[in-house]
């Protein structure tokens, strides 16, 4: 039966990353305004998210990152530690970008405020996250149209009218 629910704080991660990410068999298409470091549970220790990424991509999992501005310098040395991430994960930078979505395989999808950060999405410690909601859902019509808007500006479709083209990378 689909569902809709309201998830906050530390939800968003322990849902959004440890449920539905960890669980991506074909896609995963992430978009974020700002992208940081974000380091993920791993057994008993914390490892980056592009180590998961790095680990879907092996898997088969086809990951498309939709963001807005330059990643950080950490995320930036932790990505160079992940080869395949380089030929094997889809990357675009759209300064308009400021919807933070999630989307895993059609089936499940996450909107709402959280950046793909480690305050963002609530993984940081009690006192160092940020106060962040969203809705995650299997409803295929939420889906689809979450879907859609990603697709948007991935395929282009909203560049003729932009006029911030002068900020964009490509």
């Known amino acids: ?34 992208l940081k470091d974000l ?14 990424l790095s ?15 330059e990643p950080g310098p950490a995320f930036r040395r932790d990505f160079d530690r992940y080869p395949n991430l380089i030929a094997g994960m889809e990357r675009i930078q759209c300064p308009r970008v400021h919807f933070k979505t999630v989307v895993v395989d059609g ?12 305050a963002g999405m609530g993984a940081k410690s009690h006192n160092r996250r940020n106060f962040e909601a969203g809705f995650i859902t299997t409803d295929p019509d939420i889906i689809r149209q979450v879907m ?6 991935w395929m282009g479709k909203r560049c003729v009218e932009c006029r911030r083209k002068d900020f964009c990378t490509e």
Do not use: C
Request: aromatic share 10%.
């Open 39 to 52: 380091y993920v549970h791993k057994g008993k220790k914390m490892v980056p998210f592009l180590e998961t």
């Open 148 to 153: 859609e808007q990603f697709d948007l500006v």
């Open 107 to 118: 089936r499940t999808a996450y909107s709402g405020r959280a950046n793909l950060t480690g």
């Open 1 to 34: 039966m689909a569902k809709t629910e309201f998830i906050a704080d530390e939800e968003i991660y322990r849902r959004v990353i440890l449920e539905t990410v960890m669980t991506a068999r074909e896609f995963l298409w992430l978009g974020t305004s700002d």
């Open 55 to 69: 680990g879907l991509l092996e898997r088969g999992v086809a990951v498309r990152l939709l963001h807005a501005k």
